[in-house]
C-alpha cells in the first residue's frame, strides 16, 4: 500500500487542509509525509531590466522564501508530531511548480501526492490555471486529489 506521502502546501487555506487530510490518512496508512514547498524562483523580468542591485535583490528573494518555506513547514511538522506521524519537510526554489512538485515527489522515493484544488470553473483555470490538474495529467505517480 501507499507508505510515503508527498504533500506540497503553499501557504493558503487549502494548505491547512492537505495538511490535515493527509496527515489523517498517513495514519490510517502507517505512513510517513514529506512535506514540500515550491518558493517561486526571483521573476526574470527583475533579473534582466536593471543589473544594478540585482544580487541583492536575488539574496532578499532567497531569504524570504526560506523564511517562509521553513515557517510552513514548520507548521506542518507540529501537526504531524501530534499525530504521531513521520514528518520530512523539504523545499526548493523553482520556476516550473508543477514540474518540480512531480520531480522531487520522485526523488523523495514517495508513493502518492496528496493534493487539494480549488475547484475552479473552466474561466478560473483559464486565467489562474490548475498546478493539480497538470500533475494528475503528466505524474508518474498516484495522485490524491482532496477538497
Do not use: W
Amino acid at each position: 500500500m501507499y507508505k510515503h506521502l508527498f504533500v506540497p502546501v503553499d501557504g493558503s487555506e487549502l494548505s491547512h487542509r492537505a495538511m490535515d487530510g493527509s496527515i489523517e490518512l498517513a495514519k490510517q496508512l502507517g505512513a510517513r509525509i514529506t512535506g514540500f514547498v515550491v518558493e517561486p524562483d526571483v521573476p526574470l523580468t527583475a533579473a534582466t531590466s536593471r543589473t544594478d542591485g540585482l544580487m541583492h535583490r536575488i539574496e532578499e528573494h532567497e531569504a524570504k522564501n526560506e523564511a517562509h518555506a521553513n515557517a510552513l513547514l514548520g507548521q506542518f511538522a507540529k501537526r504531524a508530531e501530534a499525530a504521531g506521524v513521520e514528518f520530512t519537510p523539504h523545499h526548493i526554489t523553482a520556476y516550473a511548480v508543477d514540474h518540480a512538485i512531480m520531480e522531487e515527489a520522485e526523488k523523495s522515493g514517495c508513493d502518492m501526492i496528496v493534493m487539494v484544488t480549488h475547484g475552479r470553473n473552466p474561466i478560473g483555470e483559464f486565467i489562474f490555471g490548475s498546478h493539480t490538474k497538470k500533475i494528475i495529467a503528466k505524474s508518474k505517480l498516484p495522485v490524491l486529489v482532496l477538497h
